[in-house]
């Protein structure tokens, strides 16, 4: 087969304590899925369904350094436990959900709040909010084999040091069982499939300069730096 240009390069993470690479399929992000933050983003959670959005593979920034996006004068961090896809399914039963993960990680979904909310006030797609370059920075991933399944701990953001997202990965409306199984629903979930699993109350914005740490148990820390 010849190509007309070199096709791009695989999308990949690496994984802790190992000389391996997880190669990146599709990411799948999910909206409001912690109470808390959905009634900072002005929703009740109790009427909130699981709402699902995507970001394109090459939007990872696998090192210390995110570029602040062009068109935005509002970029928001969000801190969030992330699923690897290791096993391909659909249709998948609760029950049988983790036996579909390959590990952990831990992910910020950075989103261009101005434009969401002008998309949302339009009936129009996240897309320019959500899914622009760089939007989704991510930390070495981790086997489930190395630190089991995560469904509790602590889940803490710094922007500068200072404390602005606190919350336990218990506090998910939608467990990780129930994400996977709702998503497999809709699509055919695949081998190097992440899912970032929402994001906890306090989120807000950050400038040039700013440095963001977020914490996990069991995952460490994912350190980035806005520039």
Known sequence: MSYIFPPPPVSAIPIH??????????IYCVGKNYAAHAREMGSDPTKEVPCFFTKPADAIVTNDAMPYPPVTSNLHYEGELVIAIGKRGADIAV?????HVYGYALGLDMTRRDLQT???????????GKAFDFSAPISAIYPAT????ISSGRIQLWVNDNLRQDSDISDLIWDCPQIISELSKLFTLQEGDLIF????AGVGPVVAGDVIKLSIEKLGTLLTRIC
């Open 17 to 26: 304590a190992s000389s391996h690479w997880f190669p990146v399929h599709r």
């Open 197 to 200: 699993t929402g994001t906890p």
């Open 118 to 128: 002008e998309a949302g006030r339009n009936g129009q797609p996240w897309d320019t």
């Open 95 to 99: 029950a049988d959900a983790l036996d």
């Open 146 to 149: 190395q630190v089991g399944h």
